[in-house]
């Protein structure tokens, strides 16, 4: 599996930003979809996933009421729609998957927030 993300950019705090990641190599449409982020000097750290259906988020304290994940699995596509961001918003944004044991990532498109 091959996981592109992109969408990133720089983005003024209040501001929105939306960012995909597309699978390829095999469906995903059987499995959750994640997103992560690593801020500089940091631990990369959990952000949002979406159940098989699509019908479940799950999110962290930090994101949730202000962070979407949603996916498309007829185009092995997972977004992330991001208002309301902050500068410690700022980060690499990664996608995620698992998958009979093993993690596959994204190469991560970066998110930097100003105040």
């Known amino acids: 599996v091959q996981l592109q993300a992109c969408g990133g950019g720089l983005v003024q705090a209040g501001g929105s930003l939306r960012l995909s990641c597309a699978a390829s190599?095999?469906?995903?449409?059987?499995?959750?979809l994640g997103w992560f982020r690593q801020a500089p000097g940091k631990e990369r750290e959990f952000v949002a996933a979406?159940?098989?259906?699509?019908?479940?988020?799950y999110y962290a304290d930090s994101v949730k009421g202000r962070f979407t994940i949603s996916r498309d699995n007829a185009k092995s596509t997972v977004y992330l729609q991001m208002n309301s961001l902050q500068p410690e918003d700022t980060a690499v944004y990664y996608c995620?998957?698992?998958?009979?044991?093993?993690?596959?990532w994204g190469q991560g498109t970066q998110v930097t927030v100003s105040s």
């Open positions: 979406v159940s098989r259906s699509g019908g479940s988020g």
């Open positions: 995620k998957t698992y998958i009979r044991g093993r993690d596959y």
């Open positions: 190599g095999r469906t995903v449409s059987s499995y959750v």
